[in-house]
């Protein structure tokens, strides 16, 4: 009934799948004002999100059709499907929405110790620095070279040992 036949025969043919996919994911964390962040009622209680985990966790990312806050890392890693990730997948900081106020801070720091997490940041580091891969093959071509020099050094001191062995 949500799915409107009309719609997917007649639009997207010039988006990008991926595009249209996760048409929401920004380029840098969404921090908004903490009173867009839903509040979590507990019993008599009301726990809201803490405008300072924001600084001490710059990795917190509002995402307001999950209700709730994402890691910017692992959700960007996810998205783009690194391959490392697949365990990030199913982390509620990746796609579902972490909105348990209750223990927060414990649970981010918990979340930014993961292999997961580590390993995004890894992934997206990598990924931004596309000139250290450039390096690294140049590098990789300069070895190559300096190795055909030295085989051709090898290769004409050999043919002169063989003229001169010929020669005498
Ligand atoms: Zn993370």
């Not at 490392?84 to 981010?108: H, I, P, V």
């Not at 979340?111 to 596309?130: E, F, G």
């Not at 390096?135 to 071509?141: D, E, G, M, N, V």
Request: charged share 20%; net charge positive; glycine share 4%.
């Amino acid at each position: 009934m949500f799915c409107s036949p009309l719609a997917s025969d007649h639009q997207d043919h010039h988006q990008d799948v991926s595009s249209a996919a996760e048409p929401s994911w920004p380029d840098v964390p969404n921090q908004p004002d903490i009173t867009c962040i839903p509040p979590q009622v507990l019993g008599s209680k009301t726990l809201r999100f803490q405008k300072q985990w924001f600084q001490e966790f710059p990795w917190l990312h509002f995402d307001a059709s999950a209700n709730g806050v994402l890691c910017f890392v692992c959700g960007s890693a996810a998205r783009q499907g690194l391959a490392t990730l697949a365990k990030c997948k199913k982390d509620s900081f990746s796609y579902d929405g972490f909105r348990n106020w209750k223990n927060a801070r414990e649970k981010f720091g918990k979340h930014q110790k993961t292999t997961a997490h580590q390993l995004a940041v890894n992934d997206l580091q990598a990924q931004k620095q596309p000139t250290v891969t450039a390096q690294i093959s140049s590098k990789a071509r300069c070895d190559q070279l300096l190795a055909q020099n030295a085989l051709l050094c090898i290769i004409s001191s050999v043919r002169y040992l063989a003229q001169q062995g010929v020669s005498e």
